[in-house]
């Protein structure tokens, strides 16, 4: 059999366990507490309030609208033209067209150029954001903050493209094998590297100091049955007003990081509805799950992009010979980009089955509905969501239940235990 005809099998093989581990590991069976209850739950919100959140997420719309079309736009022009091709020639150019200029210069000029192109929007984000009081680092923080995520993606974009190229001159026929195995690899490696490496990056991290509150999230998440390491708290403030928790590392570093502003915001029992919800997340393996998936979804892409890539009309269109050389990087960002949006509702819709688990997690893990009920109005409040948002924009991108549905389920929860 041709290396095709096994890429063939490989991809349908990879597809298969996909679906299963999709079927298997995602808690489908969790609709969303009744209508009925949402629009309650709705009733009982400031009027004021909704309309404020909604006010800010339409001025939010536009531009983030826009910058998605303008980025498919750009890759696709990139991509599906030999104007991307001629961009990646370009950056390789100084240094005699060496691959490995190509490739990693070159991959990162059309990488560059796709951020510059949606910078604009995100500037138009950081002014909204400003302007409604969300955000509190300025601009000279928030370009900080740019320079240092495009630094980061630089670093880790120069060494997988190295890998990716150095790979296809080694085994030209089966780097899509090799590919795809470092690819899983990456994603593996990213998920619990990257959040050590990268978070004090952003945010600098102390103990939350010695007392009730500490206490008893430490003695909460023992009697989860998912000891942690310690209680840290980031100093998310200075970026912003929004609150938020997380739990990071696995094993014995494992553990639990609560935003200062979090801290200075809800009461205690607030914050520990929210860290017995990132408890669910880590009782549940939510992130290891999530690595499974990303990994298997990534090696199936590289597959995927090897057999379409070599499809002789869209290498005609991109202006060249093979989807293995560098100057047909574009094509792939081109694809990866349509993939990408045709992708994000499923992404979605898993993410809110999986959040929604974890709600009913802390429910049961702290039996205090109502301060799990009190901390999803603040949550919105705070983080100015929109408590029930349109429907199309709900299933399209959204990674959490609403805050109705995840009030309903509160109020689910109290009727059930009888309270
Ligand atoms: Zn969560």
Redesign the pocket.
Known sequence: MSPRGWALVALAGLALALVVAAALLIPWNRPPAPRADQLAALGDLPADQVARSREFRAALRPGGYASLAVGLLIALALGLTPLGSRLVELAGRPFGGHWVAQAVLGGLAVVLVADLVTLPFSAWRQAVLTRYGLSTNGWAGWLVDLLKSYAVSAVIGAVALLGFYAVIRLAPRWWWAFGAAGAAGLVVLLSFVLPVLVEPVFNRFTPMEQGPLRTELMAMAARDGVPVRDVLVADASRRTRAVNA?VSGIGPTRRVVVYDTLLREAPPAEVTAVVA??L??ARDR?VTVGTLTGALGAAAAVVALYLIGSWAPLLRLAGVDSVAEPRAFPLLVALVTVVGLVAAPVQALISRR??AR??AHALALTDDPSAFESMQRRLATINLADPDPPRWEYLYSAS?PSTVERMAAARAYAREAGR
């Open positions: 997380y919800h990132e669910g997340h939510d999986v959040e974890a709600d959490h």
